[in-house]
């Protein structure tokens, strides 16, 4: 089994800082990609930005120039630090991951979403 854990969600003011953090943890053989979507109610999750083991990113139009994404392959972390948030960046942010694990299955394994409010 693999488990993803995530922490940095919160409440900020418009223009303010958040920071989250994910870490894939269990029977992993390699990680294929990492990434964190956002999931506003009554809506599907987007895609927010990703990153490959071999530092490759995508980022969605609305977060260019005020999220990055980063990873920590010796730890199976990512990191999402979201600057210049904005009220529309309201929404739950969930981490996952695409994973080998070392019974060589591959699957899809989503974090528990923190919730990231800005307020206006």
């Known amino acids: 089994q693999v488990q993803l854990v995530e922490s940095g969600g919160g409440l900020v003011q418009a223009g303010g800082s958040l920071r989250l953090s994910c870490a894939a943890s269990?029977?992993?053989?390699?990680?294929?990609?990492m990434g964190w979507w956002r999931q506003y109610p009554g809506k599907q999750r987007e895609l927010v930005a990703s990153?490959?083991?071999?530092?490759?990113?995508n980022y969605a139009d609305s977060v260019k120039g005020r999220f990055t994404i980063s990873g920590d392959n010796a730890k199976n972390a990512v990191f999402l630090q979201m600057n210049s948030l904005k009220p529309e960046d309201t929404a739950v942010y969930y981490c996952?991951?695409?994973?080998?694990?070392?019974?060589?299955?591959?699957?899809?394994?989503w974090g528990q979403g923190t919730q990231v409010t800005v307020s206006s």
């Open positions: 996952n991951t695409d994973v080998t694990a070392t019974s060589r299955a591959r699957f899809v394994v």
């Open positions: 990153i490959t083991t071999g530092g490759s990113t």
């Open positions: 269990g029977s992993i053989f390699a990680i294929n990609d």
